[in-house]
């Protein structure tokens, strides 16, 4: 089997397990089983390509992908697809647009072809199981709903951004030995990697700002917090503004 083989089917068994989290017939506990399976085949792809572009570089460019952010709580969804990328090694820029008056957001993301394709595969899944969870919370009555939801985006995202970093720290130290026989660490390469993202995403956007973080009153956050420690983490022209997302 070679690479390109190896690599669809790794990727067709983490969409299985992710199909299986989106299902709102999916109990908490069937959700955690596929979180740690999944989350842990996401990890250890992302590593299995930074090994091999470590003997062929042209296996694992560096890329771009404009993803558009659909309302409602297009901020919110930002925010969670920002954090998803930055855990996985990619860079993003947030674009505010108004196209036909409309305002439009967009995220420009900057990163290894395959690490891409995982933000891209992982972000479309997250998003529908959020907001699965999020239609199946009730807004307390002293609470305004939109206000709760955006808080409970938050804690959402807060509590997957965690759990991803987690995930991806474990595969790259259980990978340490293959890199080792490289000659080199996974500190070193994965450095190496984000360092070329960073170039490509500075390259594009010179002078970016950076973003100030949000103020949400909502009471959501535990709730939200709560059901991200549940979700499956499967293992053109510019205008408008432009800021480089918080941590990035």
């Known amino acids: 089997m070679d690479h390109t083989d190896e ?13 299986k989290a989106e299902d709102p017939a999916a109990t908490p506990a069937e959700a955690e089983t596929y979180t740690a399976k999944a989350a842990a085949l996401m990890a250890a792809y992302g ?25 409602p709580y297009a901020a919110d969804k930002a925010d969670l697809l920002a954090t998803v990328a ?62 709760f939801r955006r808080s409970w985006l938050a804690g959402f995202t807060q509590s997957v951004g965690r759990r991803l970093d987690r995930a991806e720290a474990a595969a790259a130290e259980d990978a340490a030995d293959r890199f080792t026989e490289h000659g080199t660490s996974s500190t070193l390469v994965l450095a190496d990697r984000s360092h070329a993202v960073v170039a490509a995403r500075d390259e594009t956007y010179p002078h970016l700002q950076q973003a100030s973080a949000r103020r949400l009153s909502g009471t959501g956050r535990h709730d939200g917090w709560a059901a991200g420690q549940r979700a499956d983490l499967g ?14």
């Open 7 to 19: 690599s669809t089917t790794m990727l067709a068994k983490v969409r299985k397990l992710l199909a």
């Open 47 to 71: 590593i299995d390509r930074a090994l091999l572009a470590l003997s062929d570089p042209s296996l694992d460019v560096v890329g771009d992908l404009v993803v558009l952010v659909e309302r």
């Open 86 to 147: 930055a855990a996985l090694g990619c860079r993003g820029v947030r674009r505010t647009r108004y196209p036909d008056g409309t305002k439009e957001l967009s995220l420009h993301l900057f990163g290894h072809r395959s690490d891409l394709q995982r933000v891209e595969i992982l972000f479309t899944s997250l998003l529908v199981q959020a907001l699965h969870a999020l239609a199946r919370t009730p807004v307390p009555s002293y609470d305004h709903p939109a206000a």
């Open 235 to 248: 293992g053109s022209r510019l205008g408008g503004s432009r800021r480089s997302l918080p941590g990035t």
